[in-house]
């Protein structure tokens, strides 16, 4: 049987914002199913920081998006035709044939899953059960090495890592846990929802360093950077001996045509003993089955809040991302591809 | 019985680079010693670029030094007075109580030395023997955890830490060992006598990443950074993924009167996951019997070469630091009480 996908590429790299002219949908037709492949319809689609540096051509830890051809990322769907025993019809599973409804490939390529629980749709897989989750609990846990009793920075705090971090610091036993936000509505949020225990926003007339100082009057043990830039100079001076920031994204720069200098105070790494540490997630999947009991488990009592923002239809999905690189969403940003 | 002793005082803090003005020779008349004191003539005193640290009064991992009175640093020198059993009149000690001839005080604040292996003076606990030589140690191996096979990067090279750190690098199995320092001279001690496989002068008119990119094509794993700056934006461009640096000083910003904006390569620390870790020695204490015993070793197998710069007469400290400053010295800078 055939079957239509309509799938958003990439035609032109961006230099500084990205913009509609970028990208171009196209309807691809597939035909019968070779044998060992499946075709699944997506449910959701990811939308993630990150994928702004697969747009440009530069050495990356993942190559970048080629031009004129579909874009990749994490999606999850159903399966609904399909050649191999282990993926029976109907079988929900995660993937990274993203930015399209419609996918018909190798079923390696897929990755079944159990239906989500009671209270979630699948798009809790794309969030706080699946990469983003397992993000915030391998930079907090592994890379910033939190220990109970500590202080917890954590900017761009109402995004959809933001939200998870802060949530597993305080069941992992952090004495204070300060976010960032943009608006004030997110720094309500953060408090209010997501069990922060003091928030400000970053574009308030009053410098991050000031604000932190007085969300943190004793000094931070760990920061978890989302944004880079002035948050991480911030961060910088407000840090106890010892401390450690798990550099996680910086999305300030990412459209940014300019070389950003760095921190201006970088001589605290040596006088305060530091440790800085940059990861991307593709180096600790052998994380994730500890990630998906813990977390699961969290999940299933309750005890972390999953938000999400939700763009429907395939065909927004450029809109989505901009508007994700604009901080647009609380928690996870996500396109419900439902046809 | 009495001594009289020649002591530097601080009387100004430094703004940009020190002068003779900030500082005073005094002389003190001790009297003779109470119960549990000891008194001690020293042979060298210590001169290190951490010391400017301690000139201004900011936050800091140690108090900086109060006006008006004898500053203190490392220095070694031979008990010629004694109300204890535990050291007798002869026995070498260390101390911190430099930038003096002659000092008397409780006995608990000097420590038992061996004498000096044959081919050095006492001085080489000062050096490759003593905090210099601990510094290069911990730093390569526990903070930069550096591994056989890892291409290693130095800067300041020439310096008193940095000709330790390249012989223990090659004496620890690395690949390729790489250094920079400031003059034509030191660049080719570097190769010719501290083992280092390439090397180049940071202040030719090519710029330092350019240079090591040429030294180093397949990329860095390491960095013992000493100077900070430029150095570190280099070293970030080279490194390969999962690269470590050690951040033991920023000499370049010692004298500097304005913030210096930090690397504006900050993004490859996560895209690469690169980990920068600070210290200062003064936390690893605990690792100078593993460091005594197998750089005591080396020495005395002559695998590690042991150079200083050697300033005669207390009265002349205040210029050896300035030279240390000015990057006057190969090796460790001393001063030589000798009187």
């Known amino acids: 049987m055939t079957a239509t996908s309509t799938q958003i590429q990439l035609v032109n790299r961006p230099v500084g914002w990205p913009t509609a002219d970028d990208f171009r949908t196209v309807t691809v037709e597939y035909g019968d199913l070779a044998p060992g492949q499946v075709r699944v319809v997506n449910e959701f689609v990811s939308v993630d920081p990150y994928m702004r540096g697969r747009m440009i051509d530069t050495r990356s830890y993942i190559p970048p998006f080629a031009l004129d051809a579909t874009m990749t990322g994490g999606a ?66 592994t890379i910033a090495r939190m220990q109970p009793g500590d202080t917890v920075f954590i900017s761009g705090a109402a995004g959809a890592v933001g939200t998870a971090a802060g949530q597993i610091a305080q069941l992992k036993g952090a004495k204070r846990v300060i976010g960032s936000a943009g608006t004030p509505e997110k720094v309500a949020l953060l408090t209010e929802r997501y069990g922060y225990d003091a928030a400000f926003d970053y574009k308030d007339d009053r410098s991050i360093r000031e604000q932190l100082r007085d969300a943190a009057p004793d000094g931070i043990d760990v920061y978890f950077d989302n944004v880079g ?26 459209n940014s045509t300019t070389r950003t200098p760095g921190p201006s105070n970088m001589a605290n790494i040596i006088t305060r003993g530091l440790t800085l540490t940059g990861f991307t997630i593709g180096h600790y999947f052998d994380q994730a089955p500890a990630f998906r009991g813990e977390m699961g488990q969290w999940f299933a009592d309750g005890k972390v809040v999953h938000d999400e923002t939700v763009v429907d239809g395939i065909e927004n999905s450029v809109d989505a991302f901009l508007g994700l690189m604009r901080g647009e969403n609380v928690g996870k940003m996500v396109v419900r591809t439902g046809s």
Chains 1, 2 share one sequence.
């Open 76 to 141: 999850v769907g159903r399966v609904v035709e399909t050649t191999v025993d282990e993926l029976p019809v109907g079988t929900l599973v995660s993937h990274q044939y993203g930015w399209r409804d419609v996918v018909q490939e190798d079923a390696d390529g897929f990755r079944a899953l159990p239906e989500p629980p009671a209270n979630a749709a699948s798009s809790v897989y794309l969030g706080v059960l699946g990469m983003t989750g397992l993000t915030a609990y391998v930079g907090l846990l």
């Open 229 to 254: 830039g002035e948050h991480l100079e911030a961060a910088l001076d407000s840090f106890n001996d010892g401390g450690r920031a798990a550099l996680c994204g910086a999305i300030a720069q990412y």
